[in-house]
């Protein structure tokens, strides 16, 4: 038994799999800060590939070109939601002139609108759900200023982690010197094999919200929406939220179609809005995901539907590189070796 113990022991995989094991269950435990965790790990791995290649093209020192790359992101940042918050301000100030001019123009709706008011307010079962719907509007404020405020720190760490990585590097370094290398070596391994599977599948992200960007610009301008490029900024940010993404920016572009264009306007921004998601969610984010991960089309969107039960909105992005993460961990090829080499040799 202890001979049988020592050769588990002796055995590379061994060590391998408790590393998982030891990941999967650190990763469990720490799930509260799973928004942050995700968030730096994007920031880090766009701000690294960026800080590459600018130190490749135009020969800086690492210091000043991540100083650079997140000077030029912090500029573009405030310069887009200088752009998008005032046109919105602006607009939603005229809305309630133009809700009195429809109703100037059709006085029905007046009389409905206070019949409705009447018979809700003499519904006591509607007052205790609107109750509860306030108080729920306003843990969802509260989840939205917590939202930014991880978007922001996340933003400082990944700042951090690439001005000094190099420091990271000895300290990383370090670890694998030690009494228990043989343990935090495949750890190492296992981590940097996620956050490179996650990266593309980032990259893919970004090249969906950048074509969904263009189809919805495209179907602003054939219903005569103005401030297109506004709105396409918002909708390209905005659209790196999974899920989330598409209800948040229902409420300007629904705001801003009803100020200039009525209730006919309205109706046909959400129709394209739907049509748009439907043509992500069943066609265009299964096919790009299964070509960055090599996933089958049917495989990527079982696992779209399912982790997005099992995670929320963020399964949508964590799903597909954990199950290609967990396909190679087990050494399964998806694609054939002789292929596989010949895409390295290219």
């Known amino acids: 038994m202890f001979e049988l113990m020592k050769r588990l022991w002796r055995n590379p995989l061994t060590a391998f799999y408790i590393a998982l094991v030891l990941l999967i269950l650190i990763a469990w435990e720490a799930r509260a800060f799973l928004s942050l965790a995700l968030f730096t790990i994007i920031f880090i791995y766009l701000g690294n590939a960026a800080i590459t290649r600018i130190e490749g093209r135009l020969h800086l020192r690492h210091l000043w070109a991540t100083l650079l790359v997140y000077l030029v992101f912090l500029v573009v940042l405030v310069a887009a939601f200088s752009q998008i918050i005032p046109p919105l301000v602006s607009e939603a100030a005229h809305l309630p002139h133009t809700i009195d001019k429809i109703i100037v123009t059709y006085p029905q709706l007046q009389t409905m609108f206070t019949k409705m008011v ?27 200023s917590s939202g930014v405020e991880t978007i922001l720190l996340a933003f400082f760490f990944g700042f951090i982690f ?3 990585k190099g420091q990271l590097q000895v300290f990383a370094h370090a670890f694998t010197k030690s009494r228990f290398a043989g343990l935090f070596v495949p750890m190492g391994q296992l981590i940097m094999k996620f956050v490179q599977i996650f990266g593309t599948v980032i990259e893919t992200q970004l090249l969906i919200c950048t074509i969904n960007t263009i189809l919805m610009v495209l179907g602003l301008w054939i219903i005569g929406m103005p401030s297109l490029l506004i709105l396409g900024i918002m909708v390209f940010f905005l659209g790196l939220i999974p899920v989330a993404g598409v209800l948040i920016s229902l409420i300007p572009l629904t705001i801003v179609a009803f100020v200039t264009g009525g209730l006919i306007r309205v109706i046909a921004v959400l129709v394209l809005i739907v049509l748009i998601h439907l043509f992500e969610s069943y066609f265009l984010h299964p096919r790009l995901m299964a070509n960055a991960t090599n996933l089958p089309i049917f495989v990527t969107f079982i696992t779209l539907i399912v982790s997005e039960q099992i995670f929320g909105a963020w ?14 961990v087990f050494d399964v090829q998806l694609k054939p070796k002789h292929v596989a080499a010949e895409s390295k040799d290219a």
Not at 315 to 328: H, S
């Open 118 to 144: 009447k018979n809700l307010s003499q519904n006591a079962s509607v007052i205790s759900n609107g109750k509860t719907l306030f108080t729920s509007g306003l843990g969802q404020i509260s989840r939205f």
């Open 162 to 164: 690439n001005l000094t």
């Open 315 to 328: 399964g949508l992005l964590v799903g597909v590189p954990l199950v290609a993460f967990l396909l190679d």
